[in-house]
């Protein structure tokens, strides 16, 4: 089992940037890619980026592309997701999930363990 805890979140401005961190506790944290998703009050929730086990594949929705970056450290147990040019519609809660396939692909069911979130609020 793993246990993952956000960090990282905050209220900016747009334009702003902001890195978010998961920290991974328990079984091997680099037998899981990695994903961060979000979700919007009143909406589904959404992918955003997953990085690969080893770290060297990663994939982002393409509304994130080119803002955002995923990263992961195998040593500190830890993701992140630098986010840049934030967008008022960014806004919404972020979550880290492991995938014990280790692919990394966007659909929630692959994801087994989830954190609990952190709240990212983007002002215009």
């Known amino acids: 089992q793993v246990q993952l805890v956000e960090s990282g979140g905050g209220l900016v401005q747009a334009g702003s940037s902001l890195r978010l961190s998961c920290t991974a506790s328990?079984?091997?944290?680099?037998?899981?890619?990695m994903g961060w998703f979000r979700q919007a009050p009143g909406k589904e929730r959404e992918f955003v980026a997953a990085?690969?086990?080893?770290?060297?594949?990663?994939r982002y929705a393409d509304r994130v592309k080119g803002r955002f970056t995923i990263s992961r450290d195998n040593v500190k147990n830890v993701v992140y997701l630098q986010m840049k040019s934030l967008k008022p519609e960014d806004t919404a809660v972020y979550y880290c999930?492991?995938?014990?396939?280790?692919?990394?692909?966007?659909?929630?069911?692959?994801?087994?363990?989830w954190g609990q979130g952190t709240q990212v609020t983007v002002s215009s």
């Open positions: 999930a492991a995938d014990q396939t280790g692919l990394g692909f966007p659909q929630l069911v692959n994801y087994e363990y």
């Open positions: 328990g079984r091997a944290f680099s037998s899981y890619a």
């Open positions: 990085v690969t086990r080893s770290g060297s594949n990663t």
